[in-house]
C-alpha cells in the first residue's frame, strides 16, 4: 500500500492491488490516443470513494473540478509512487 499527500493537500492510500491492475494499464495506454480515459483512471486507481474525496477537494466556490488540476493531482500520485519505487 502506498500513502501520501500531494501538494494541494489531498491526502491518499493505494492498495498495491490497484497499481497491478492490468485494467489500470489499460487505461492509462488509452490516454495517449483519448484524454476522456482520465476519468476511468482515477477511478482504477483511487476507487469510487477517494475519487470522489479528491473532486470535492479540487471542487470551486462553483461547485465545478478543474480538469488540469485533477490531471496535475494524478500525475503527483504516480510520480511519488515511482518515488517510492527508486528508494
Known sequence: ?????????F???IA?????????LESLAD????????PKVVN??????Q???????LRDK???VDSEKMTT???EIFESQKDLKNS
Open 62 to 64: 462553483e461547485g465545478l
Open 16 to 24: 498495491d492491488a490497484r497499481l497491478n491492475n492490468y485494467e489500470l
Open 73 to 75: 493531482e494524478i500525475m
Open 44 to 49: 482504477l486507481l483511487l476507487g469510487k470513494d
Open 51 to 57: 475519487a470522489t474525496k479528491l473532486k470535492d477537494h
Open 1 to 9: 500500500m502506498i500513502k501520501g499527500e500531494t501538494k494541494s493537500g
Open 31 to 38: 490516454l495517449d490516443d483519448n484524454s476522456l480515459a482520465v
Open 11 to 13: 491526502k491518499y492510500k
